[in-house]
């Protein structure tokens, strides 16, 4: 679905303030996938995704949509964006319509379809979201915090990308509200089957939701696999001021103390299960 192959971005080229942000970076996300990227500040998770849909041009290296470069002569630009959705980081910044449902629907307008589509478009996204009809007739700023994060995403959701590409996308919400974005995330990848990509600080987020994680640090990458395989790395992941879920350090202070469990403990679920069936094993040695 959407590839990078040998991908290198610097800011601030030939200045003082020189920045590598990207160096040769190459990976694959195939239809379908949910894949978290994790990484310090300063890791270059932002700037790749702002590759992906051609916000930044890479120095080097290419970025492929269905094996087409997007840079391609010929490749429209607009047709890329509207099939690789790009959420940013509080995106309740970018609203600016009168109206929800102006707001939801700029995208789809932009890409051409009637106004019956545009309709269609945004009443479905505005239930991947849970809005009604009357949020809808509202101003974007009248709603709470949640409420404009979610009719942001509405509006890359109304465009109904093949990749949609999630920027810390539950940055500065309470619990709930987090967990309720996760959910209508994983709704739309579920019902979708859209590639997703989504860039977080939470290990709980990622543990609980992806079924691949990328790793970069220092504009690099430094895993890519399960949950399972990475957070089996846990004491790496520490190393370079990573934190793991609250579970996986639990199971890496029971190593320590000599109680042989394994540190690629990601989530309670799979803790729980873990834990039972080595109760199981105890009770039958009995």
């Known amino acids: 679905?959407?590839?990078?192959?040998?991908?290198?971005?610097?800011?601030?080229?030939n200045t003082p303030f020189e920045h590598k942000a990207l160096d040769n970076i190459s990976f694959k996300a195939e239809s379908g996938e949910f894949i978290g990227v994790i990484g310090h500040t300063g890791s270059g998770k932002s700037t790749l995704m702002q590759q992906l849909n051609g916000l930044?041009?890479?120095?080097?290296g290419t970025v492929l949509l269905d094996g087409q470069d997007i840079y391609a002569k010929g490749v429209s630009m607009r047709s890329v964006r509207s099939r690789v959705g790009l959420v940013f980081q509080y995106p309740e910044y970018q609203l600016f319509e009168e109206t929800v449902y102006r707001d939801i629907a700029f995208g789809p307008k932009n890409m051409g379809l009637s106004?019956?589509?545009?309709?269609?478009?945004?009443?479905?996204?505005?239930?991947?979201v849970d809005f009604d009809e009357e949020i809808l007739k509202k101003s974007?700023?009248?709603?709470?915090?949640?409420?404009?994060?979610?009719?942001?995403?509405?509006?890359?959701?109304?465009?109904?990308?093949?990749?949609?590409?999630?920027?810390?996308?539950?940055?500065?919400?309470?619990?709930?509200?987090?967990?309720r974005l996760l959910a209508?995330?994983?709704?739309y990848h579920d019902r979708k089957n859209a590639t997703i990509l989504l860039v977080t600080h939470s290990m709980e987020d990622i543990a609980a939701t992806v079924g691949r994680i990328i790793v970069m640090n220092e504009s690099r990458i430094l895993m890519d696999g399960t949950p399972e395989q990475v957070f089996a790395r846990a004491e790496e992941l520490v190393a370079i001021g990573l934190d793991v879920p609250q579970i996986t350090h639990v199971f890496m202070e029971l190593e320590r103390r000599g109680v042989s469990v394994g540190t690629s403990i990601y989530t309670v679920k799979y803790a729980a299960r873990?834990?039972?069936d080595l109760l199981k094993k105890e009770g039958g040695a009995c």
Do not use: H, W
């Open 1 to 13: 679905m959407i590839e990078v192959r040998n991908l290198s971005y610097t800011y601030s080229k």
């Open 56 to 60: 930044l041009k890479p120095d080097a």
């Open 115 to 128: 106004e019956e589509e545009v309709k269609d478009r945004v009443y479905e996204a505005a239930r991947f």
């Open 140 to 179: 974007p700023f009248e709603l709470s915090g949640g409420q404009k994060r979610r009719a942001a995403i509405a509006g890359v959701l109304a465009m109904q990308p093949d990749v949609l590409v999630l920027d810390e996308p539950t940055a500065g919400l309470d619990p709930y509200s987090r967990e």
């Open 184 to 187: 209508q995330i994983r709704d």
């Open 274 to 276: 873990l834990l039972t």
